[in-house]
């Protein structure tokens, strides 16, 4: 008998059934860019990001140090993959903007721009259940905008440069402070060049009823966009945050290296939700930690469904007694794209808690990757951690890893750590099929059982939009 | 044996090939050394090194002048069975040797001591077993390590025909509390088609002493090996185990019970490698950590493309005895073939309130009751050996080493 007789003989349709829609995004606009760094990096590309930006000297200074601690540091292929020595810094633009302001209103947007995120829908989930918005065009925020109750009541939803100039005093003693510049070259590379991103800031016991959103648009060839986020939730306070990305599909390689912090004050919540479609010459390289206070938590819910190749683990330092953090996450890799996700839980105080819970699918000749570290250091008590990552392989030349890290020290803790592995079984489709479902229905449904119990953990508006992305047909196998 | 007073450096001195071993096996050890010398210590940057402990590595002042004691206790054989010091072996059966001795690479770290093991092996043990002969009872080897700043290279090889079954123990402890040893062992364990082949290694070494032990396991078509390593000794020990599962219905266990205590560290590397449909391999490896101990695991599963219909599973579970122990575990898996079952699982915990409880509550002392308990554990690992003697044997050594702990 042949061991390949199964699902290596996947007929066009069954690989469409599974597969993620791929066109949405895959339009681009003629560039229209009144500041354009040029190509390549070097001092003179941070000083005229600076000049550009009119950055703050404490901005400068931190950007050359940062671009310093970039070149000091090298790439990490010791773990990672080399496909990571296929970036070429000195080809990429690192700064493209027009020069405008963000605008309050969609109206005083360019055509173009206000065009584009028509298309990919954002004006109108704003209208429907957004508290506010960002939508960034290449380099710059094209339009940011949050509810006037909310502006009211005191919430802060910018720019990172707006932040950062305007709001300094609460910006500057965080930013950083999560995700310092030498956490790893990329983390650098961001620091050195960052443009865009949110800044937030919720005030103390404001629980944010509805989700801010940011859209990450890249429009241009050869670009990287480094977008640098950070949010603040003080004191009792709670809110719910969205980015959404896509990219036109260009024949070069683009980059996306964001960094993003997150800091939940004692009795916070913070829940980050991303759903990354970026087209699949996008490496995707992103530093996302948050920092959870007594009682306060944080969670990520994380789809990566586009890209060449995603290096990404989301983490959270709990650093304050029972504090929780959590990783939600789902993959999807298919053929050309590594998926190397993972999620990073570190405990500092005592009783803190984490749980993650991974489900990666590898069609095609894709590769999901799961990487995880859970530290509980010494003198701690009652610290509990729950780590769960289950892979699904669709073709029988689908590859996926794992690479789990778990260090534990002192005997007042629990933790534990299971993966399983497995596939679509010949049976389960047989006995669909059996019943009338096409071969190409059935491994949709397989597929989509596998991953339900982690699409419930979106927001329902967001969870309606992912099921449009990976294009499942889920009618039957929703509770 | 003769002992010079300038002692050689097992890191510097070319070391003497005996005249009587073949020329093949004298060329090997010449250019084992020239890999030594040329390839570069693990660094922290190497993966296969996360967590350990490279400090551990300065082997330098050790020599190998004085020998080790080795004690050979071999039950009746039945015909066509060889079974030699490895020095014996390498002169009679050369062939024998050379077609199994270290062939696999080295690729869990410890690559430029295999060449330094190569370069410097001179005893050991040698296992040949013809097609369809079964020896009942264990062959012992005792090692007896003496001398301070004292460094020994034992090879253990064993080879089973066709349906042949062996068992081999290989113990190894000092000659007394002080001196200072090195011990770096290696062995190969080939199971030949349908055969069943068990190794067991106990680890006793005294509190000065290090220890690098190396398996490779190379499993043929529905053959079953074992392999068990019980860690009670040494200071720090560094085991690294590789199964090459080789033929359809190969199936491999891989078995560890560890039991530091005090300052001891225990430094675990694991490969579970599938290169054909329809194998299987499962890796318990269990650990129960008094003082300020320190274990490392890392473990990975590879499924080679079109290795389908594996099954393959890893679990190591951590017992924290005491407040101050540390447990590292790394269980990974790599898997490029279809219709496979794979699973990996590591936990770390103590013992809980309501085990103690619930055993007090039957008259029994709350620190009887942790021992118990704790011996539990580790019996169930041994006992997957499912051989009488082995398992009798490791247990008195696993009691032996509570019996040191309060």
Request: charged residues 25%.
């Amino acid at each position: 008998m042949s061991y390949d007789t199964t699902i290596d003989a996947i007929d066009t349709e069954t690989q469409e059934a599974i597969d993620v829609d791929r066109t949405k995004g895959d339009f681009s606009y003629p560039e229209n860019h009144k500041y354009d760094a040029g190509v390549g990096l070097s001092k003179d590309t941070v000083e005229y990001i600076c000049d550009v930006k009119n950055d703050p000297d404490w901005v400068r200074e931190f950007r050359h140090k940062a671009l310093d601690t970039f070149y000091s540091k090298p790439m990490p292929t010791n773990w990672a993959t080399e496909d990571l020595n296929n970036i070429h810094f000195d080809e990429i633009r690192y700064y493209l903007a027009d020069g405008q302001k963000p605008m309050r209103n969609w109206e005083d947007v360019p055509p173009e721009v206000l065009e584009t995120f028509e298309r990919l829908g954002v004006p109108e989930q704003e209208r429907a259940f957004l508290a506010g918005v960002e939508a960034q065009y290449d380099s710059e925020t094209a339009y940011s905008s949050v509810k006037e109750e909310l502006e009211k009541e005191g919430v802060i939803f910018v720019n990172s440069t707006e932040g950062l100039k305007e709001h300094e005093e609460v910006f500057r003693p965080w930013f950083g402070k999560v995700i310092p510049t030498g956490d790893n070259k990329f983390s650098a590379l961001n620091s050195a060049v960052f443009s865009g991103g949110s800044f937030i800031y919720i005030p103390k016991g404001l629980k944010v009823k509805h989700p801010l959103q940011a859209y990450f648009r890249i429009n241009s060839e050869n670009f990287g966009q480094f977008e640098r986020t950070l949010i603040i939730a003080d004191e009792g306070s709670e809110v719910m945050y969205m980015e959404g990305c896509t990219a036109p599909k260009f024949e070069s390689t683009t980059l996306h290296s964001a960094v993003v912090e997150l800091v939940a004050m004692k009795g916070a919540k913070i829940q980050y939700v991303t759903v990354q479609n970026w087209s699949s010459n996008v490496f995707n390289l992103v530093t996302k930690r948050g920092i959870a206070h007594e009682d306060a938590e944080v969670r990520w819910i994380d789809c990566n469904i586009g890209s060449r190749l995603t290096m990404k683990y989301p983490g959270v330092v709990m650093k304050g007694e029972r504090a929780r953090g959590e990783v939600i996450s789902i993959a999807l890799a298919n053929s050309g794209q590594h998926q190397d996700t993972g999620a990073k839980m570190i405990h500092a105080a005592n009783n803190t808690t984490s749980n993650v819970v991974s489900k990666s699918i590898s069609v095609g000749e894709g590769r999901a990757t799961y990487r995880g570290q859970v530290l509980i250091p010494k003198h701690l008590k009652g610290c509990k951690n729950n780590t769960e990552c289950d892979a699904l392989m669709i073709n029988t030349n689908s590859k996926t890893d794992t690479y789990p890290a778990i260090t534990v020290r002192g005997n007042q803790h629990v933790t534990q750590h299971e993966a399983s592995v497995s596939q679509v079984s010949e049976e389960m489709l047989h006995y669909m099929q059996q019943r009338g479902i096409s071969q190409a229905a059935a491994m949709s449904l397989a597929v989509n059982g596998f991953i339900n119990d982690l699409v419930s953990e979106f927001p329902m508006e967001y969870s309606v939009e992912l099921k449009r992305l990976i294009e499942l047909e889920m009618e039957g196998s929703v509770g | 044996m003769s002992t010079t007073i300038a002692q050689t450096n097992i890191l510097e001195s070319q070391p003497q090939t005996s005249a009587d071993f073949p020329a093949w096996f004298t060329d090997l050890q010449q250019q084992a050394w020239q890999k030594f010398l040329t390839t570069p210590m693990p660094t922290r940057k190497d993966e296969v090194w996360r967590f350990g402990n490279l400090k551990q590595l300065n082997f330098d002042g050790y020599s190998d002048d004085e020998s080790t004691e080795i004690t050979y206790t071999i039950p009746t054989l039945p015909e066509g069975v060889i079974c030699l010091p490895f020095e014996e072996a390498l002169k009679q059966h050369g062939d024998l040797v050379k077609e199994h001795f270290m062939k696999r690479e080295t690729r869990l770290g410890s690559a430029k001591f295999a060449e330094l093991h190569k370069a410097r092996v001179k005893s050991g043990l040698f296992v040949y077993v013809p097609d369809g002969v079964r020896v009942e009872k264990p062959i012992e080897v005792s090692h007896v390590l003496s001398g301070n700043r004292q460094a020994t290279f034992p090879h253990t090889l064993i080879i089973t025909g066709k349906n042949a079954e062996v068992s081999v123990l290989d113990r190894f402890s000092s000659a007394n509390n002080e001196d200072a040893g090195l011990c770096v062992a290696f062995n190969d364990l080939i199971a030949g088609e349908g055969s069943k082949l068990t190794y067991c290694a106990i680890q006793e070494l005294n509190l000065s002493s290090r220890m690098i032990q190396v398996n490779a396991t190379d499993v043929g078509r529905d053959a079953h090996a074992v392999a068990f390593t019980l860690n009670t000794g040494s200071q720090w020990a560094r085991n690294e185990a590789l199964s090459l599962l080789n033929g359809e219905g190969a199936h491999s266990d891989m078995l560890s019970c560890s039991i530091p205590a005090g300052t001891q560290q225990y430094d675990q590397r694991t490969y579970q490698h599938h290169a054909s449909p329809h194998t299987n391999s499962d890796l318990l490896y269990k650990n129960t950590l008094f003082g300020t101990s320190k274990t490392v695991f890392s473990g990975l599963i590879l499924v080679d493309q079109g290795a389908h219909f594996t099954d393959a599973y890893q679990t190591c579970r951590n017992l924290m005895m005491e407040e101050t122990v540390e447990a590292n575990s790394m269980p990974g898996l790599e898997i490029n073939a279809d219709q496979v079952k794979c699973s990996h699982g590591s936990t770390a915990a103590s013992i809980s309130d309501e085990e103690i409880y619930y055993l007090r509550a039957r008259g029994i002392p709350a620190r009887q009751a942790r021992r118990l308990i704790a011996n539990g554990f580790s019996v169930e690992v041994v006992e997957r050996m499912r051989n009488e003697r082995l398992e009798e044997v490791v247990l008195e050594a696993v009691d032996r080493k509570f019996s040191t702990i309060s």
